[in-house]
């Protein structure tokens, strides 16, 4: 532990709970926050010079691949804590998507252990639904949350068996963890690209937004029925948003999370062909960024997850037709959010970072983040002034699939605590 004492000084704490930004110092001791106030003295404390500098809990992904086991020359559960942290995200949730499946009380053990080893951001391991993600029998549901996984998906994959699935929504209820729901009906796939006017301009194979959107009805009607929680991951169109506010109006118990790509691109992005544009669900339209957008700032959308999909440049640079879905995204997210949430004026800055770090919390079962006497110091810096350009030397990921090299972003993580650890990145203060 490098540092006994350090007081953060002068910053803008956020209280995403509370919904304010007040300047406090913060007084940090052995991993812990003890003291908030305004002109603290701290003898024989590292002093911090935090004005101009805003401080928020550490950010929570609660949808990523981090590619381990399996597939280790795209991602390792290393590399991708690395490059979370650095993106300002302090806890993450790998989806089971590896290979093999993270199906197992084992898998999840496997899991958390790498991560442990690493030492970079935390790890909650998402396990699946389905053994192997085959959507026929269950996995070790109450076994794997038992050995810490936080909630149950296929990810990647629509349950399509409507029996399976309440079975799913059954288990979950009883050991109360949430399903997340990849939603795309069976037989009405996505596709390339989003189905409309770019699609047919450009010649690619398409597929329609209902799919995601009466996947999502299925799945958030079964889980009234159970009585079970339902989360529909990657929201990404206008209908999908409206059945969510409905079923939330119904006292369904339903939670929903959008990514950084579909609230900033639309398929528009997809002209000059260039596959780190292409994502599942795909990029839609401006009417569905927009509604992406009021989702989130009123509520109906709960978080804000990356979707982090690392894929090797030589699975990505292959036609447009078969390269996997999916793109980067633990080190623009921050950038991204605040750029097209909070600068436009459609969220307030605490209520941004409450999608960055309450709500997922809740959703998972996880301790809600606080900057509060007595919490351990998670948290990081952010200089909302800095000017940067996202460049591929960066990139802490072992992958580089993103379309977001050479673009202008303002606002960034600069270090933050994590562990009793202080973490610094590009900038320190
Ligand atoms: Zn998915
Ligand atoms: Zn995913």
Redesign the pocket.
Known sequence: MANKRVLLAGGRVIDPLAGKVRIWDVLIENGKIVKLGKGLKAKQAQRIDCRRKHIAPGFIDM?C?LREPGHEDAETIATGTKAALAGGFTRVCP?PNTDPPVDSEAQVRFQLCRAEEAGFARVHPIGCCTRARAGKELAEIGAMKKAGAVAVSD??AWIADPRVMRRVLDYSKAFDIPVIS?CELAGLDYGVANEGLVSTRLGLRAGPDVSEAAAAARDILLAEFVGARIHI??VSCATTVDIIRWAKARGIQVTAEASPHHFTLTDEALAGFDTNYKVNPPLRTEKDRQAVIRGLADGTIDAIAT?H?PHTKSEKEVEFDNAPP?MIGFETAFGLGYEQLVLTGDMRLPDYINRMTVAPARILGLPVPRIEPGANAELVILDLKAQWTYTPEQVMSRSHNSPFFGRQFQGRVVGGFLGGEQFWLLHPA
Do not use: F, L, R
Request: without cysteine; charged residues 20%; proline residues 0%.
């Open positions: 949808h691949h989806m990810d990647g990849h991951a990657h979707d999909a999916g």
